[in-house]
C-alpha cells in the first residue's frame, strides 16, 4: 500500500491549509489513519487519527483548531488546519494502521507557518 499526501505549504499565521492523503487502494477491515509531524530537531508526534467507524483522537496542541475527516470512499484521510500557529511548522506524515497492525506511511508534506 502506498500513501500520497498533498496540500503543505506556506501559510501566515492565523491562516489554514488542507492536507489530503490517498491510499493506493482501498484497504479491507479495521483500519486508522492519522497524521503526524515532525518539527526539526523534534521527535514524530500524532497530531490527529480517524478509525474506519469514524472514531477520532486529536493531540491537545490542536484541539479545537484542526479535523481530521475521511473521504467518501474511505481511502482518504484529510486534515483541515485552521488558525495556524508558528509552532505547527513541520513535515506532516499521514500514516495508515490496517488490521494487522502493520503501518504504511506517507512520503511528507511540508507546512510552513510564518509569524
Known amino acids: 500500500v502506498q500513501l500520497q499526501a498533498s496540500g503543505g505549504g506556506l501559510v501566515q499565521a492565523g491562516g489554514s491549509l488542507r492536507l489530503s492523503c490517498a491510499t493506493s487502494r482501498s484497504i479491507a477491515g479495521p483500519n486508522i489513519m492519522g497524521w503526524y509531524r515532525q518539527a526539526p530537531g523534534k521527535q514524530r508526534e500524532l497530531v490527529a487519527s480517524?478509525?474506519?467507524?469514524?472514531?477520532?483522537d486529536y493531540s491537545d496542541s490542536v484541539k479545537g483548531r484542526f479535523t481530521i475527516s475521511r473521504g467518501n470512499a474511505e481511502n482518504t484521510v484529510y486534515l483541515q488546519m485552521n488558525s495556524l500557529k508558528p509552532e505547527d511548522t513541520a513535515v506532516y506524515y499521514c500514516?495508515?494502521?490496517?488490521?494487522?497492525?502493520?503501518?504504511?506511511w506517507g512520503q511528507g508534506t511540508q507546512v510552513t507557518v510564518s509569524s
Open positions: 480517524v478509525s474506519r467507524g469514524g472514531t477520532t
Open positions: 500514516r495508515l494502521s490496517d488490521s494487522l497492525g502493520a503501518l504504511y
